[in-house]
């Protein structure tokens, strides 16, 4: 064995403590940077990342996410990033342009991947909707993506899968995995985190369940703005009538609006309830001509700006059922 002379020895030994301290400081760089599309999957994000992650919510409170266009800032945000969260579903459809143009280079994490994809009734705004539990054949046909039926901006699957708490728990589940996969450093602390927020969402889980179990059946229908309720519906065991289609940008004609009219009437629909990111005419003037009672406002696709009743996942779902549980009670 060669002998190391002992001034050599003490610049080993130097360049092993710089070299220490730069993994150390890798370690300790701060919080891994990281970018979700839209409110709900940032809150989701934030509980599971905790002060790990420093996030970028690109389409904030009260934003649609299905009508977006992304601003030269959000394509400086997505370049710095190591992770990027998405829905998926073709929920963010002007999001793989704007990655593309950020030159981002991190991992995409699909916090959908996995959850059971709702497909869209494929009616279109007034047509009969489905009775709760029933998968009855329809005479019409309106499943398959008829590009002037609304359905322009999405796939044949629903994408507002956060609608059920369970694919919740499913979505912080593959945060969780995601974040651990870009910064396996802290993975523990992360899966540590997401344990503890789907225990929370299973016992909230678990109270809407009764919640609507407690409700008589036929009381449980309700119309809204948009399709986003499908996921929220199967689950909880409520019939959600969209007024407008299963986008924000359709607009559905006189005669559609006379027919969900006419089926408020016919079905005794308790309530209308008008959606943070939509326009309430619509269902307005459903509620002056049927008489059903207008509820709240619901959260669909956006929480509320900080400070108002829906500024969370958690707190959003519980505000939505709150509102419906109250309009639909005997
Ligand atoms: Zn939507």
């Known amino acids: 064995m060669r002998s190391i002379p002992p001034r050599r020895r003490a610049l080993l030994a130097v360049a092993g403590l710089c070299l220490s301290a730069v993994l150390g400081a890798a370690h300790a760089a701060g919080p891994l940077k990281a970018v979700a599309s839209f409110s709900i999957l940032g809150d989701i994000v934030r509980e599971v990342g905790g002060d790990d992650v420093s996030l970028t919510t690109l389409v904030g409170p009260d934003g649609d996410a299905h009508e977006y266009e992304p601003t030269p800032g959000d394509a400086k945000k997505l370049s710095a990033a190591r992770v990027l969260f998405v829905n998926g579903l073709e929920f963010e459809t002007w999001l793989p342009r704007l990655a593309k143009a950020s030159g981002f280079a991190g991992q995409t994490v699909v916090a959908s991947q996995g959850v059971t994809p709702r497909k869209f009734a494929g009616h279109g705004a007034g047509s009969e909707h489905d009775e709760h539990g ?128 006419e089926q408020v009437r016919r079905e005794r629909v308790p309530a209308v309830f008008v959606e943070n990111i939509s326009s309430p005419r619509l269902v307005q003037q459903i509620a002056r001509e049927t008489g059903a009672k207008t509820g709240g406002t619901l959260y669909s696709d956006a929480l509320s700006k900080p400070g108002q009743p829906g500024a969370t996942y958690l707190e959003m779902f519980e505000w939505n059922v709150r509102q419906l549980a109250a309009a639909l009670q005997p």
């Open 134 to 261: 029933h998968d009855h054949d329809h005479d019409h046909d309106h499943d398959h993506g008829d590009p002037k039926d609304g359905h322009h901006h999405h796939g044949d699957a629903d994408p507002h899968a956060w609608q059920n708490l369970a694919n919740g728990v499913i979505y912080a589940r593959n945060v969780a995995e995601g974040l651990a996969a870009a910064d396996p450093a802290r993975a523990d602390a992360y899966r540590l985190r997401a344990k503890a927020y789907i225990a929370r969402l299973e016992t909230l889980d678990a109270s809407v369940r009764k919640t609507f179990a407690a409700i008589p059946a036929e009381r449980r229908k309700v119309v809204t703005s948009h399709d986003a309720f499908g996921y929220f519906g199967d689950a909880y065991g409520v019939t959600f009538i969209p007024a407008m289609g299963v986008s924000t940008d359709a607009e559905p004609s006189a005669g559609e609006v006379a027919g969900i009219i």
